[in-house]
T-cell receptor
Framework: AQKITQTQPGMFVQEKEAVTLDCTYD???????LFWYKQPSSGEMIFLIY??????QNATEGRYSLNFQKARKSANLVISASQLGDSAMYFC?????????????FGKGTTLSVSS | DGGITQSPKYLFRKEGQNVTLSCEQN?????MYWYRQDPGQGLRLIYY???????QKGDIAEGYSVSREKKESFPLTVTSAQKNPTAFYLC??????????????FGPGTRLTVL
């Protein structure tokens, strides 16, 4: 079973609009962390935002916020006031903190296209 | 500036050849990782190393080998046994600790093409 599911292969939004990128996850580990990364066409992976499983409040970083619904196992990324430079692929990832391995588990990504 | 460097940026290989991708970090991170990314896909873990002289297979280790002789370096060799090596390869590292610190820092990647 997939641990990280991103159901939107592509999303389209106009400049200055808000957009939500969906992410659901599956784990039985009570301690985990959720991450969002941005990958522009250059290929680099840029860390955007982090949410810990015990964090009481939703994480925010500038125009990025994470809508964390623990009971539903969802961690959607909200980008407010989209900019042309936001066009990229976005990946949701999880680390299960009680597992022996420490690597991140990635979803398949969502391509975001922002138009003027 | 601290960071992760990968070289080369583009690599072309003939079928049957082994090639080694370099990954170096000066972040003093203990853990290092290699991921493979195919077009339009997410990242899949090849190998990871939590300390020097120790490494573990990831989900798709067949046809790859690694070494971790120094904390700063984690080279990946793509052997001729890897049937479909054309892909984008990303190296990452992470520090010990909790929370956001356990996130990973990525290098710029190496795009490998088999001719």
């Amino acid at each position: 079973a997939q641990k990280i599911t991103q159901t939107q292969p592509g999303m389209f939004v106009q400049e200055k609009e808000a957009v939500t990128l969906d992410c659901t996850y599956d784990t039985s580990d009570p301690s985990y962390g959720l991450f969002w990364y941005k990958q522009p066409s250059s290929g680099e992976m840029i860390f955007l935002i982090y949410q810990g499983s015990y964090d009481q409040q939703n994480a925010t970083e500038g125009r990025y916020s994470l809508n964390f619904q623990k009971a539903r196992k969802s961690a959607n990324l909200v980008i407010s006031a989209s900019q042309l430079g936001d066009s990229a692929m976005y990946f949701c990832a999880m680390r299960e903190l009680n597992q022996a391995g420490t690597a991140l588990i990635f979803g398949k990504g969502t391509t975001l296209s922002v138009s003027s | 500036d601290g960071g992760i460097t990968q070289s080369p940026k583009y690599l072309f290989r003939k079928e049957g050849q082994n090639v080694t991708l370099s990954c170096e970090q000066n972040l003093n991170h203990d853990a290092m990782y290699w991921y493979r990314q195919d077009p339009g896909q997410g990242l899949r873990l090849i190998y990871y190393s939590q300390i020097v002289n120790d490494f573990q297979k990831g989900d798709i280790a067949e046809g790859y080998s690694v070494s971790r002789e120094k904390k700063e370096s984690f080279p990946l060799t793509v052997t001729s046994a890897q049937k479909n090596p054309t892909a984008f390869y990303l190296c990452a590292s992470s520090a010990p600790g909790t929370g956001q610190l356990r996130g990973q820092y990525f290098g710029p990647g190496t795009r490998l093409t088999v001719l």
